[in-house]
């Protein structure tokens, strides 16, 4: 009786120490950090110069300072809204185009704007440098049309994917506050 009790025992110690003798060793792991591409202007001893971020994305607007940026579709994505939409799509497009140029121009007639840039972009990423928690990299693949307001050292405000046809003086001075700070 003894030895059928052992028999389990060796049987389940045998197989536990038996291990394969082409048994292919494991390869090393490599780990990559592709996040982030940083580079400095110039290579010093100490960590005291300013870090100058670039981006490896080609279809990027990089801005800086105050300014309103329009946030218009390109010309596959607006194709595919017109398709979707039928007449709609141009519609809204005449409507913010004639809000852009409406703000265009009366920033021009108004001293108080001159410190505060127009800008229209199609590109998907837009890169802001200066912003309160700047810099930052917005990717607007879902956004058709909007736009994004910042200043250096204000958190950003937004709108995404409504438009109207007025001028958007009304947006500005109530993120700009005249330039008073934050």
């Not at 409507?95 to 021009?108: E, L, N, P």
């Not at 990717?139 to 109207?164: C, E, M, Q, W």
């Amino acid at each position: 009786m003894k030895i059928n009790q052992c028999l389990p025992c060796l049987l389940v110690l045998s197989m536990s120490c038996h291990s394969p003798a082409n048994k292919p060793a494991p390869e090393p792991l490599t780990v990559i950090d592709t996040t982030k591409t940083v580079s400095s202007p110039t290579p010093h001893a100490k960590n005291d110069s300013p870090v100058v971020l670039k981006s490896h994305l080609r279809d990027t607007l990089s801005v800086t300072g105050n300014f309103i940026l329009f946030l218009q579709p390109d010309e596959a994505r607006y194709a595919e809204l017109e398709k979707d939409a039928e007449d709609e799509a141009g519609d809204g497009d005449a409507d913010f185009g004639v809000g852009i140029s409406a703000t265009r121009d009366s920033m021009k007639k108004n001293e108080r704007y001159k410190d505060i840039k127009v800008l229209t972009t199609t590109k998907r990423y837009v890169s802001i440098k200066d912003c309160k928690d700047g810099p930052l990299i917005i990717d607007r693949d879902s956004v058709s049309y909007g736009f994004i307001l910042s200043g250096k050292g204000r958190p950003i405000a937004k709108t995404y994917n409504s438009v109207h046809s007025g001028d958007y003086l009304g947006e500005l001075n109530e993120y700009f506050s005249f330039l008073s700070p934050r």
